[in-house]
């Protein structure tokens, strides 16, 4: 897949992001059990990742974030069906996003949902001076919501100035995944510059785009394997296979583990063994349904006759059929006569999005006396 981006920008300011020098040198403990300073040792340094939006142009804080290889995305643009929460999470160590804990300037966010999880895309890209990442040793500190580690988002908190930036971007062959975002920051310094207030906007939307749109996913694949036993391996040789005669050409000996469902939308009928169905064939034919009769009817999706007792199923139609799930019936291919659903065509391979954010902050330089108990 080859994509290009587009981005135009303005910008005017009188000063850099400020540093919070304090920071450098100690840490405040935001816990009810913690109220001492915290020194930080050379143990529990944060990773000062060179992530900024001044020098990585990413449409969401979460594309930002995903930058850093200690991160494993939570829910992103590619979470299709995910579960659970509806929008941008971050997840370290694999261990789910209620176990991440992220902070801005040192403070706790808010979470966005009653499961622990913080949405990224509250915070904005363009304040963001940097990320600092701490994966060990923070629930210590912060508690059990710090398990996996921390993930602090230190903001401009000495912006003056005003910027628009603009980007675009989409799949150059296709024009698929078409992503547009607009930016505005504008701040300032106030109070001979004890103070500093920021306004943030920004609009971003994103289309979706279903897995129908290329070959290689629009059909759930099946596991086929090739009837040639691997005395070496004690097994055969296994591949997965979304055409049957391509799976055939390859000398697949059927399907062993079905693609899609085998629980259709449009449902199936059980046979029952103590009262099975008898004389389908003619009894559907009397009807006009000739999809019993032999050479109409395939249960293996190769070759078939006639079919007069079994589990049942429906054709696009509507009318009555065989259920067809068996060898290469497991493909789930309608067009071969598969009754197994494939489910690929009604996902989405990147999800749409549109977001509407306005932000103020007002930072003020205080004065802080602490003292550390013995």
């Known amino acids: 897949m080859i994509g290009v981006w587009v981005a135009a920008a303005w910008r005017s300011t009188r000063g850099n992001a400020g540093e919070h020098t304090l920071a450098r040198q100690a840490k405040i403990v935001n816990t009810p059990r913690a109220r001492a300073l915290c020194v930080k040792t050379s143990k529990d340094q944060p990773d000062r ?3 900024s939006s001044s020098n990585r142009r990413r449409p969401t804080t979460k594309s930002l974030l995903n930058e850093l290889p200690q991160i494993i995305p939570g829910n992103t643009r590619t979470s299709n069906n995910a579960g659970g929460f509806d929008y941008a999470t971050v997840d ?26 913080v949405d990224l895309n509250t915070i904005p890209a363009s304040l963001i001076s940097r990320v600092e990442v701490v994966t060990g040793g923070a629930s210590a500190v912060y508690g059990s919501d710090a398990l996996a580690g921390v993930v602090n988002f230190v903001l401009k908190d ?3 100035g005003g910027e628009i930036t603009a ?3 989409a799949e150059l062959e296709t024009g698929n995944v078409a992503e547009f975002e607009i930016n505005g920051l504008v701040g300032g310094n106030f109070a001979n510059g004890r103070g500093n207030m920021t306004a943030y906007a920004s609009y971003y939307n994103r289309q979706g785009v279903f897995q129908s749109e290329y070959d290689y996913s629009r059909v759930s694949q099946a596991l086929c394997y090739d009837g040639q036993f691997d005395a070496s391996r004690g097994g055969y040789h296994v591949f997965p296979c979304d055409e049957r005669d391509e799976a055939i050409a390859n000398g697949a000996g059927g399907a062993f583990f079905g693609g899609g469902s085998a629980t259709p939308p449009w449902g199936w009928i059980a046979n029952n063994p103590g009262n099975p ?31 007069n007792t ?31 659903y494939n489910y690929a065509p009604d996902n989405y391979l990147v999800i749409p999005g549109e977001r509407i954010a306005l932000t103020t902050s007002d930072i003020t330089t205080s004065l802080w006396i602490m003292s550390i108990e013995p």
């Open 49 to 51: 990742s060179a992530l």
């Open 92 to 117: 370290l160590r694999g261990l789910g996003p209620g176990r991440t804990l992220v902070l801005v300037n040192g403070e706790r966010v808010p979470v966005s949902s009653t499961g622990g999880a």
């Open 158 to 160: 000495d912006y003056e």
């Open 167 to 169: 980007t675009y971007g």
């Open 277 to 307: 169905f008898t004389g389908l064939a003619a009894a559907e034919t009397l009807v006009g349904n000739t999809n019993f009769n032999a050479g109409n009817t395939d249960t293996n999706c190769d070759a078939g006759g006639a079919y």
């Open 310 to 340: 079994g589990n049942l199923s429906f054709n696009d139609a509507g009318q009555l059929t065989p259920r067809n799930a068996a060898q290469y019936c497991g493909i789930p291919d309608r067009s071969i006569g598969s009754s197994r």
